[in-house]
Nanobody, 124 residues
Protein backbone atom coordinates (compact mmCIF):
# COMPACT_ATOMS: atom_id res chain seq x y z
CA UNK A 1 0.00 0.00 0.00
CA UNK A 2 1.33 3.39 -0.97
CA UNK A 3 1.75 5.88 1.84
CA UNK A 4 2.56 9.55 1.60
CA UNK A 5 3.35 11.64 4.65
CA UNK A 6 4.16 15.35 4.92
CA UNK A 7 6.09 17.13 7.64
CA UNK A 8 7.57 20.54 8.30
CA UNK A 9 4.57 22.85 8.49
CA UNK A 10 4.17 25.48 11.14
CA UNK A 11 3.74 29.14 11.97
CA UNK A 12 6.08 31.70 10.42
CA UNK A 13 6.11 35.45 10.02
CA UNK A 14 5.67 37.07 6.64
CA UNK A 15 8.97 37.09 4.77
CA UNK A 16 10.15 33.95 6.52
CA UNK A 17 10.90 30.48 5.24
CA UNK A 18 9.77 26.91 5.78
CA UNK A 19 10.82 23.62 4.30
CA UNK A 20 8.26 20.90 3.84
CA UNK A 21 9.23 17.27 3.43
CA UNK A 22 7.25 14.38 2.06
CA UNK A 23 8.18 10.73 2.42
CA UNK A 24 6.57 8.13 0.20
CA UNK A 25 6.61 4.36 0.41
CA UNK A 26 4.89 1.35 -1.07
CA UNK A 27 5.97 1.62 -4.69
CA UNK A 28 9.06 2.53 -6.70
CA UNK A 29 9.35 6.19 -5.77
CA UNK A 30 11.75 7.12 -8.56
CA UNK A 31 9.35 6.13 -11.35
CA UNK A 32 6.71 8.76 -10.69
CA UNK A 33 6.26 12.49 -10.51
CA UNK A 34 5.54 14.11 -7.16
CA UNK A 35 3.53 17.24 -6.46
CA UNK A 36 2.60 19.74 -3.79
CA UNK A 37 -0.87 21.22 -3.54
CA UNK A 38 -2.52 23.51 -1.03
CA UNK A 39 -5.99 24.30 0.18
CA UNK A 40 -7.01 27.38 2.08
CA UNK A 41 -10.30 27.60 4.00
CA UNK A 42 -13.22 28.05 1.65
CA UNK A 43 -11.08 27.53 -1.44
CA UNK A 44 -10.43 24.65 -3.78
CA UNK A 45 -7.27 22.63 -3.66
CA UNK A 46 -4.70 24.12 -6.02
CA UNK A 47 -1.45 23.01 -7.59
CA UNK A 48 1.69 24.56 -6.11
CA UNK A 49 4.64 22.71 -7.61
CA UNK A 50 5.59 19.42 -9.18
CA UNK A 51 8.72 17.50 -10.12
CA UNK A 52 9.16 14.72 -12.63
CA UNK A 53 10.49 11.25 -11.85
CA UNK A 54 14.16 12.16 -12.19
CA UNK A 55 14.05 15.61 -10.67
CA UNK A 56 15.24 17.47 -13.76
CA UNK A 57 11.89 18.95 -14.70
CA UNK A 58 9.86 21.11 -12.37
CA UNK A 59 6.66 23.05 -12.71
CA UNK A 60 5.29 25.86 -10.54
CA UNK A 61 2.11 27.80 -10.10
CA UNK A 62 2.59 31.45 -11.06
CA UNK A 63 1.91 32.63 -7.53
CA UNK A 64 4.98 30.81 -6.13
CA UNK A 65 7.48 31.23 -8.95
CA UNK A 66 10.72 32.67 -7.67
CA UNK A 67 9.80 31.96 -4.03
CA UNK A 68 9.28 28.19 -3.77
CA UNK A 69 11.57 25.39 -4.92
CA UNK A 70 10.62 21.74 -5.26
CA UNK A 71 13.24 19.02 -5.24
CA UNK A 72 13.46 15.29 -4.69
CA UNK A 73 15.93 12.75 -3.36
CA UNK A 74 15.13 9.39 -4.89
CA UNK A 75 17.63 7.63 -2.65
CA UNK A 76 15.58 8.78 0.35
CA UNK A 77 12.13 8.49 -1.27
CA UNK A 78 11.54 12.08 -0.28
CA UNK A 79 10.39 15.26 -1.98
CA UNK A 80 10.88 18.73 -0.56
CA UNK A 81 9.27 22.12 -0.90
CA UNK A 82 11.46 25.03 0.12
CA UNK A 83 9.26 28.05 0.70
CA UNK A 84 10.89 31.47 0.95
CA UNK A 85 9.49 35.00 1.17
CA UNK A 86 6.27 33.64 2.58
CA UNK A 87 3.15 35.78 2.47
CA UNK A 88 -0.02 35.63 4.58
CA UNK A 89 -1.88 34.44 1.47
CA UNK A 90 0.32 31.33 1.46
CA UNK A 91 -1.52 30.18 4.58
CA UNK A 92 -3.12 26.82 3.81
CA UNK A 93 -2.95 23.11 4.37
CA UNK A 94 -0.23 21.78 2.11
CA UNK A 95 -0.60 18.33 0.61
CA UNK A 96 1.97 16.08 -0.99
CA UNK A 97 0.81 13.77 -3.77
CA UNK A 98 2.34 10.89 -5.68
CA UNK A 99 1.81 11.08 -9.40
CA UNK A 100 0.20 8.65 -11.80
CA UNK A 101 2.81 9.38 -14.45
CA UNK A 102 6.56 9.89 -14.69
CA UNK A 103 6.15 13.42 -16.04
CA UNK A 104 4.71 16.26 -14.02
CA UNK A 105 1.21 17.60 -14.54
CA UNK A 106 -0.80 20.17 -12.63
CA UNK A 107 -4.30 18.69 -12.36
CA UNK A 108 -5.03 16.82 -9.13
CA UNK A 109 -6.41 13.98 -11.24
CA UNK A 110 -2.82 13.26 -12.31
CA UNK A 111 -1.99 12.10 -8.79
CA UNK A 112 -2.91 8.78 -7.23
CA UNK A 113 -1.97 9.03 -3.59
CA UNK A 114 -2.22 11.88 -1.13
CA UNK A 115 -0.89 12.68 2.30
CA UNK A 116 -2.96 13.99 5.18
CA UNK A 117 -1.61 17.51 4.81
CA UNK A 118 0.44 19.85 6.96
CA UNK A 119 -0.68 23.28 8.11
CA UNK A 120 1.32 26.32 7.07
CA UNK A 121 0.34 29.60 8.70
CA UNK A 122 1.99 32.88 7.76
CA UNK A 123 1.35 35.80 10.08
CA UNK A 124 1.46 39.40 8.94
Amino acid sequence: QVQVAESGGGLVQAGGSLRLSCAASGRTFSRYAMGWFRQAPGKEREFVAGVNWSGDTTRYADFVKGRFTISRDNAKNTVYLQMNSLKPEDTAVYYCAAGTYAQVFAPPTSYDYWGQGTQVTVSS
